[in-house]
């Protein structure tokens, strides 16, 4: 299982990235990140310093994502008696989450956003950075929140707690990588931000249908077969 569900948790990572209640906020985070402005239509700011304090930034939300993979795999292995059962729910729900993505379902409920307010660390640098990252990953955005707590619920059925653990790190990056990419694009130009905005709304369904394969794959329980049938094209 372990190939496939870290594809998708790639996959998710990058598409949590490009939501609508992420991607916009990119050029207000980058200017609180290194204290710089906007001006010319482009994020005023050295490179080096840039990307410095960005990968900090990264490193802190990664931290956190990790450490509730690692705390989901445990959970997951307490009950690994149960696994059928766990695996079904943790189907179900990923269902759930995935036509609430795909604007199938409309549960308020699960549109709620608990954040710690990081614009409050007034000081800048690597450490700021990273704790401004504690903030981002602990803030559970609606777009962000779905997509994270059905790799969580992942995470939770899997057999080891590295595997868990793994989930996380490449959702991490997932979400880093274009981070960084975006981050140096925006001293360019902010037109990129703009352009790409009005493909949020189509990426949002993309990552929705995803979540909602996923939750059939392991619900049903052909997730397992479906990742022995691609380890033959990988060793």
Not at 54 to 82: D, E, K, P
Not at 155 to 163: D, I, P, V, W
Not at 168 to 179: A, D, E, K, N, R
């Amino acid at each position: 299982m372990e190939n496939v569900t870290l594809i998708v948790a790639f996959t998710a990572g990058i598409l949590s990235f490009f939501s609508p209640c992420v991607f916009p906020l990119i050029p207000a985070y980058v200017s609180h990140l290194t204290g710089s402005a906007v001006q010319h239509n482009k994020v005023q700011v050295g490179k080096g310093v840039l990307l410095l304090r960005s990968t900090w930034f990264v490193i802190g939300f990664s931290v956190v994502f990790v450490l509730m993979g690692a705390s989901a795999s445990f959970i997951g292995q307490w009950v690994a008696g149960y696994r059928d059962l766990v695996e079904k729910l943790s189907g179900l729900f990923i269902i759930i989450f995935g036509l609430q993505m795909a604007r199938v379902l409309n549960f308020r409920f699960l549109m709620f956003e608990k954040s710690w307010d990081g614009t409050k660390i007034k000081q800048k640098g690597g450490l700021s950075s990273f704790l401004l990252g504690l903030a981002f990953g602990t803030g559970w955005t609606p777009c962000v929140g779905l997509a994270l707590s059905s790799i969580l619920l992942l995470a939770g059925s899997s057999e080891t707690l590295f595997t868990g653990m793994s989930m996380l790190s490449v959702y991490s990056l997932g979400m880093g990588i274009p981070f960084l990419v975006i981050s140096l694009l925006i001293t360019y130009s902010l037109s990129i931000v703009k352009n790409i905005n009005r493909w949020l709304p189509t990426l949002s369904l993309v990552n929705g249908w995803i979540m909602v394969g996923m939750g059939l794959l392991l619900f049903t329980g052909q997730l397992q077969k479906l990742s022995a049938w691609l380890t033959q094209f990988t060793y």
